[in-house]
């Protein structure tokens, strides 16, 4: 297997800064993707060592050159850290880390960097195609306010701190970066970086083997000092460091020193995986630019304005304000990011139990709305089950018994009623016309004859949007199967 020149000055790089790789590993250079992988040149067996990895080789805002500054400015976590690669790579050669940035690309391929045009037919409909144009207004901010005003302090290429490349180096960031320690904080690391994500199947963690020990570490800048108001989709940092400090250190281990440890036997030959969390496609695409096919993790989200845009269509606009007013009341919300609040859709199809709550106070009639109104102060005063049960109760299902409960998962059948089924399917229909009049087939159709390396951003792109309508799909079929039997509709 032939070693490209950029593994070889990589290699020097690493046996330079004390980063220890094992034997028993192999990067490879893919020519066609023009990633690097690791596999295994013998079989690895779990509790394996197969790399160390000092803390002052990683790239931080305190190792960098430019840390001065940095911390002046008050910047944080990825923020800060994107400056710190921007700095680093404008000087060149004579950056420590320049062989390793020869390692990584440019940029990394998500949706962030895409054009404009790419994102409108591309991510149309989908989980990302509003966060992504967040994403570039609010990051365009920080670059103005927090990045711009730096630029003249750096004394070198101005160009090098332009908002393209402070993009570039923020993809790069949200792909690629752990969380080390309390007190080097957010960070490149190299070698770490280069192994490949595999949902639920990973073969290596990261561990920090202990705090490093410093009289000035309580000065340490918190992430959240003006760090960057960009959307966080997937809610978890790419395989933080598990944090061992508090374990005793057998003797002969390195305070400042990170370890790759095998937690899954390898095969001679395979690849070597490391996990970014358990994440579904628009998480994975929004943040490391890929998707995985039948990923367990997916969800689909219904916006709680998509909701009150079907129950005003349904009722009166007052009606649909009164019946969502005492679902607050009652301490009930939706998941919220940036200003807006929504209901997840499940990989299995099934519903977020708070949208059956709101659906079911929606189709309450007068009466039992009215008599839930006056039972609000002893309901909010309890925990979410007892105050379903009475919601429940309060809406006259005769074939409730509560002595069967044992938690709120059991009550989402009794939630079902045929109004509330119908309204899911109705839901259904409104989130899935947000892709547009291109049905379902012809984007399935799209992906089997789509290459995923020539025509990578519409591969994964088509990966979201087929698995987002197949959710949908399976939201049709739990409203039919799981609640009173209602028309199945015909999914495009």
Not at 41 to 62: H, W, Y
Not at 364 to 372: G, H, P, R, T, W
Request: charged share 25%; glycine share 6%; net charge negative.
């Amino acid at each position: 297997m032939t070693t490209t020149r950029r593994l070889r000055s990589f290699h020097r790089w690493m046996r330079s800064n004390g980063v220890e790789c094992s034997d028993a590993l192999s990067l490879v250079d893919d020519a066609s993707t023009k990633c690097i992988s690791v596999f295994s040149l013998c079989d690895l067996r779990e509790g394996d060592l197969v790399a160390t990895i000092p803390k002052s080789a990683c790239l931080t805002i305190r190792t960098c050159g430019a840390r001065e500054a940095i911390e002046g400015a008050e910047l944080g976590g990825s923020l800060g850290l994107a400056v710190a690669v921007m700095y680093e790579r404008a000087l060149g050669p004579a950056s420590q880390w320049h062989d390793y940035f020869a390692v990584l690309p440019e940029r990394e391929c998500v949706p962030l960097v895409w054009s404009d045009e790419e994102s409108e037919s591309l991510l149309a409909g989908t989980e990302l195609y509003e966060i992504i144009k967040q994403d570039k207004q609010f990051m365009s901010e920080d670059w103005r306010e927090c990045i711009e005003p730096l630029i003249g302090s750096f004394n070198l290429d101005p160009d090098s701190f332009s908002l393209e490349n402070y993009f570039s180096a923020k993809t790069l960031v949200s792909s690629r970066a752990f969380q080390i320690d309390k007190y080097y904080g957010y960070g490149m690391v190299p070698l770490a970086d280069l192994f490949n994500h595999k949902t639920g199947a990973e073969h290596v963690h990261f561990t920090n083997v202990a705090e490093p020990e410093s009289d000035d570490e309580g000065d340490g800048l918190d992430n959240d000092d003006k760090d960057d108001k960009s959307s966080d989709l997937s809610g978890d940092e790419q395989s933080s460091v598990i944090d061992q400090s508090t374990s005793s250190s057998a003797e002969g281990d390195n305070p400042a020193a990170l370890e790759m440890i095998i937690i899954r036997d390898v095969n001679a030959g395979n690849e070597v995986f490391n996990t970014y969390g358990s994440m579904g496609n628009a998480a994975l695409l929004h943040r490391y630019g890929f998707t995985e096919p039948d990923n367990p993790f997916d969800i689909v989200n219904i916006e709680l304005t998509v909701v009150l845009k079907y129950c005003s269509s349904q009722f009166s606009r007052r009606y649909t304000r009164s019946r969502l007013a005492l679902w607050r009341k009652l301490n009930f919300s939706g998941c919220s990011s940036q200003n807006s609040e929504y209901f997840e859709v499940s990989c299995d199809g099934e519903p977020q139990f708070e949208l059956l709550t709101l659906l079911y106070i929606i189709y309450l009639n007068e009466k039992s709305f009215d008599k839930l109104g006056t039972m609000i102060e002893s309901l909010v005063n309890g925990d979410e089950l007892s105050c379903t049960v009475n919601l429940i109760q309060v809406g006259g299902n005769c074939s409730f018994k509560k002595d069967n409960i044992q938690n709120v998962n059991d009550l989402n059948k009794f939630l079902l009623t045929k109004s509330v089924c119908k309204a899911l399917v109705m839901l259904a229909d409104l989130r899935e016309n947000l892709y547009g009049s291109v049905s379902l087939k012809d984007d399935e159709r799209k992906l089997r004859e789509c290459s995923s390396v020539k025509e990578r951003k519409l591969y994964h792109s088509l990966v979201l949007r087929v698995s987002e309508r197949r959710i949908l799909g399976k939201l049709r079929d739990y409203a039919s199967n799981v609640g009173p039997r209602i028309k199945k509709r015909k999914i495009l």
